[in-house]
C-alpha cells in the first residue's frame, strides 16, 4: 500500500523505513525495495532520489548523525570543550543506535567512515581548532598549542575510547580527560 505524501514528509517516512530495515536485516539484507514496503511507498519514489543503497544510506547517515557544528559556543574554554566532545559522542552512539556500526562490518565500503569524517570528523576539528584560537586571543591558551595535532587530541582520545568500549563513552572519561589532559595540555 502506498501512500501519497511529499516533500519532508516522505524523506522522514523514507529515512525512518531505511533505518528500521538497517536495524532488522541488516547491510546485506538492505533493499531498496524493503525500504519501499516500510516507508509505504513506491520504489520509483526512492529511485527518483538515490541510485541505490549506498546513496540512500549516505543521506540517512547524514541526516541521523548530530553534528559539532550544531553546538553553541560559550566562549567558556572547559564548557565548550565538554560540549563538542559529548556532541561527538552523541554522534557516534548514533551510528551504534541506527545499525550502521554492525552495517560497517558487513560491507568492505568506505561509506560510513566517509559519510562520518564529512558530518563529524572534520567539522570537530576544526571546531576544537576555533574554541583553541579563541582561548588563545582570551589569554587562556598559550598560542603554541593552537595547533591541530591539540585539536585533535581529544577526539583521538574519544574515538579510541568508544573503539575499546563497545561504542560507548562514560561522562566521567570526558570530564576527566578535559581536566586532566586537555586543559592541563593547552592552558597558559
Partial sequence: MTTRRRGDELL???????????????????????????????KAALYRRWPDKDALLSDVLRHSLPSPADVVLTGDLRADLLAIYYQLREAIYAVKGNGMADAKKETSSTLIHDVFGERVSIPCRKILLDVLRAGAERGEVRPEAVTEMVAGTGYAMIVHNSQVNNLTVADEFITSMVDEVILPLVRV
Avoid: R
Avoid at 530495515?21 to 509505504?40: I, R
Fill in 12 to 42: 522522514e517516512a523514507i529515512y525512518e523505513a531505511a533505518l528500521g530495515e538497517l536495524k532488522s536485516v541488516g547491510y546485506n539484507k538492505f533493499t531498496m525495495e524493503g525500504v519501499a514496503v516500510a516507508a509505504h511507498t513506491g
